[in-house]
């Protein structure tokens, strides 16, 4: 059985903060995923990367995928009160199955 | 926006009765997905699709049966409800791209919130 393993679960900071987000399976991934989601919608895709070793920059969002390909991290840099939000990982394989870490709820305080 | 829509998006029901939820698309996606979210938990895969009559089972499929006769048609019966199948039910939808393999961006639905009484 595949699974991935978000941490932390929950994170309070203030604004100007570094946080990093770590999203671990015992499996390989074809590809990893990040999507945040807002209260009452569905979540929304920020960044997929493919290729392990991978580095992908998105703004204050660094996305890297490990070399393996069995775990990758989220780091922001400088957090806004903007990025509060539930940050979820998903990997998927060969067979189109996509499946989700717990997830982590980021609270950023003015 | 992708074309995917969920119905109904509340639902009040009680413990034991059979109740359906559906997810449309209008993208043509090949892949389907029902999720269960609960405080926690994130997004737990329930069944998926990947094409029609094409379905496998997730991680928290006890309970839960789906069908996909059409394309654009993704069922999800929960055959007798009971409280603890009380969430919010999300579909999505996503495509199968690359040379390597691996899912395109996942759409999701606007989500179904039922509770078993």
Request: net charge neutral.
């Amino acid at each position: 059985t595949q699974l991935l393993e978000q941490s932390p679960q929950f994170l309070s900071i203030q604004e100007g903060e570094n946080l990093t987000v770590y999203c671990n399976s015992s499996s390989v991934f074809s590809s990893l995923q990040w999507y945040r989601q807002e209260p009452g919608e569905g979540p929304v895709l920020l960044v997929t990367v493919v290729t392990g070793g991978e580095v992908k920059k998105l703004k204050r969002l660094t996305f890297q995928f490990g070399d393996a390909r069995k775990d990758s991290s989220l780091h922001i840099t400088a957090a806004q009160p903007g990025d509060t939000g539930l940050y979820l990982c998903a990997g998927s394989g060969n067979t189109g199955k996509l499946i989700f870490g717990q997830g982590t709820t980021l609270q950023v305080k003015p | 926006d992708a074309g995917i829509t969920q119905s109904p998006r509340h639902k009040v029901t009680e413990t034991g009765t059979p109740v359906t939820l559906r997810c449309h698309q209008t993208e043509n996606h090949r892949y389907m997905y029902w999720y269960r979210q609960d405080p926690g938990h994130g997004l737990r895969l329930i069944h998926y699709s990947y094409g029609v009559k094409d379905t496998d089972k997730g991680e928290v499929s006890d309970g839960y049966s789906v069908s996909r006769s059409k394309t654009e048609d993704f069922l999800l019966t929960l055959e007798s409800a009971t409280s603890s199948q009380t969430s919010v039910y999300f579909c999505a939808i996503s495509e199968w791209g690359g040379q390597g393999g691996w899912n395109t961006e996942a759409f999701f639905g606007q989500g179904t919130r039922l509770t078993v009484v």
